[in-house]
């Protein structure tokens, strides 16, 4: 069974980086199907939306509202994402959850998520 595991939220001011790290985790041969990896963020009353999304050969998108402040990386031979998000704003508020999967289009694992708060 997939599990991912979020780590890396708390409570910053406007202005302030966090970074957030996911570790997948389960058998080798569910780790090695996963081609995708990427952070979805959301609020209450919201539905999730996309943050940033990376692919095994490196392709990445971000959402236009964090592009040039989030960067995503990931590390497939270990099968962890990390969100480097930088100039913080109140609006970036949210919980950010973790997904995964065999390609963008099908990313059906999920973390449990981690609070972001961001205080002017």
């Known amino acids: 069974q997939v599990m991912l595991v979020e780590s890396g939220g708390g409570s910053v001011q406007a202005g302030d980086s966090l970074r957030l790290f996911c570790v997948v985790s389960?058998?080798?041969?569910?780790?090695?199907?996963?081609?995708?990896m990427g952070w979805f963020r959301q609020t209450p009353g919201n539905q999730r939306e996309l943050v940033a999304t990376?692919?095994?050969?490196?392709?990445?998108k971000y959402a236009d509202s964090v592009k040039g402040r989030f960067t995503i990386s990931g590390d497939y031979a270990k099968v962890a994402v990390y969100l480097e998000m930088n100039s913080l704003r109140p609006d970036d508020t949210a919980v950010y959850f973790c997904?995964?999967?065999?390609?963008?289009?099908?990313?059906?694992?999920w973390g449990q998520g981690t609070q972001v708060t961001v205080s002017s």
């Open positions: 997904n995964a999967g065999v390609n963008t289009a099908i990313m059906n694992y």
């Open positions: 389960g058998c080798d041969k569910d780790r090695a199907g996963i081609n995708a």
């Open positions: 990376i692919t095994r050969g490196q392709t990445t």
